[in-house]
């Protein structure tokens, strides 16, 4: 018996897998106007397709669906079964609204109301 795997064989296999890591995952990684979706993620980095996905480097942005996740300064890593893999040189996690620069307190008013 032979373990022998034909190179169309492993190839679709390969194809497979990726289609299926795509369909699961709702991260996507933006480059200047274009979105290419995220296979797999880590603590250090991520994935993507590498036959759909130009060579990133530098900022991009980190999306899961909708929702602005985090920036990411990236360098490319390796290249393995169809992904392209990238590890992060920073990340900074995107906020909706502006940093303070000062400590607020909890019991704080929000605003003053205007003197007759």
């Excluded at 996905?53 to 985090?70: E, F, S």
């Excluded at 300064?73 to 390796?78: F, K, M, N």
């Excluded at 995107?94 to 909890?106: I, T, V």
Aim: aromatic share 8%; glycine share 6%; hydrophobic share 35%.
């Amino acid at each position: 018996m032979s373990t022998f795997v034909s190179d169309d064989v492993r190839l679709q296999l390969s194809a497979a897998r990726l289609a299926g890591l795509k369909k699961v995952s709702r991260m996507r990684v933006q480059v200047g106007d274009h979105y290419y979706p995220v296979l797999r993620q880590w603590r250090d980095g991520f994935s993507v397709e590498e036959a759909t996905a130009p060579l990133l480097r530098g900022l991009v942005d980190l999306y899961d669906g909708g929702r602005h996740v985090c920036q990411c300064l990236i360098i490319a890593s390796e290249s393995e079964a169809g992904e392209r893999r990238y590890e992060f040189k920073r990340n900074t996690t995107a906020a909706d609204k502006a940093p303070l620069d000062h400590y607020r307190e909890p019991d704080a008013p929000i605003g003053l109301l205007p003197r007759d």
